[in-house]
């Protein structure tokens, strides 16, 4: 295929939204019901809500476009080396799901030839999409009513800004002296977990956020959506998010990314 028209990509985001709508029901028929809770061999919890919700959406992705690749985090690759690659995470935020707590999300995004297309968050339990992508723009989605652009808020002093710090538990084990640097860091400092802390970040009502121990079906869904709001997003280095990665993402506005990566320098 040669270079995607805006036509394009606007047909991709709309196939994205719909097999998103289509799996949801897989996800909320769980959610604040009884079920039983399973450990990964990393110890991270996985459900049945889980399961049929990835399996949903790769039968949507399959039936739609057969020559696409799929990276999911419960049944894995499948053609990884295809030109459009789709990235699932089914339930982004488990512990949060099996509490009956409703900041989780499913992730959703599509790479032509490794470069996002569109990136998704929907929160069934909050009734709201995050969705945009390079030339869409970013958007939330909350019917009946239209959806509503999403800009990062770039006015704020540095000394007033409020960092979210997702996986704070895990910064804390692993590089505590960090965590620490991040906590003296602006006016506010908030513990956050999943992916609505994206969906925050890019409507403008945190001003960074910094995550850790996150797979390419967590962060690469939510970078377009960042990226078309008007914001950075890269690894704690500065280097560009693909496939590969340690897992350790800073995002914000131009000037609060460039701060962050500069708080962040001496524990890369």
């Known amino acids: 295929m040669t270079e995607l028209t805006q036509a394009d990509r606007a047909a ?17 028929r769980h959610f604040r019901r009884p ?40 049944y894995g690759t499948d053609r990884l080396d295809a030109e459009f690659l789709w990235l699932v995470d089914p339930i982004d935020g488990t512990k949060s799901f099996i509490s009956g707590h409703p900041m989780w999300g499913t992730l959703l995004a599509l790479l032509h030839r490794g470069a996002p297309v569109v990136g998704l968050v929907d929160a069934p339990a909050l009734g709201e999409l995050a969705w945009g992508g390079p030339g869409l723009g970013a958007w939330l989605a909350r019917p009946p009513a239209p959806d509503r652009a999403l800009r990062l808020r770039t006015d704020v002093a540095p000394e007033a800004v409020f960092i979210a710090i997702n996986e704070m538990q895990r910064i804390l084990t692993h590089q505590p002296e960090a965590l620490d ?72 506005s131009p000037t609060v990314h460039a701060r962050l990566l500069a708080v962040l320098a001496p524990f890369v």
């Open 12 to 28: 991709f985001a709309a196939d994205a939204r719909a097999m998103l709508a289509a799996a949801r029901s897989s996800s909320m």
């Open 35 to 74: 079920f039983a809770v399973e450990a990964k061999e990393d110890e991270s919890p996985v459900t049945v809500a889980d399961r049929e919700t990835e399996a949903a959406i790769r039968a949507e992705i399959t039936r739609r476009f057969p020559g696409h690749g799929i990276l999911g985090e419960e």
């Open 181 to 252: 640097a991040l906590l003296a860091e602006g006016r506010y400092q908030r513990a956050t977990a999943d992916c609505y802390s994206y969906v925050q970040l890019a409507a403008g009502w945190i001003d960074g956020l910094v995550d850790y121990g996150l797979q390419p079906f967590d962060y690469l869904p939510v970078l377009p959506i960042v990226e078309a709001a008007g914001g950075v997003m890269t690894d704690w280095a500065g280097g560009p998010l693909g496939l590969q990665g340690d897992g350790r993402i800073v995002a914000g």
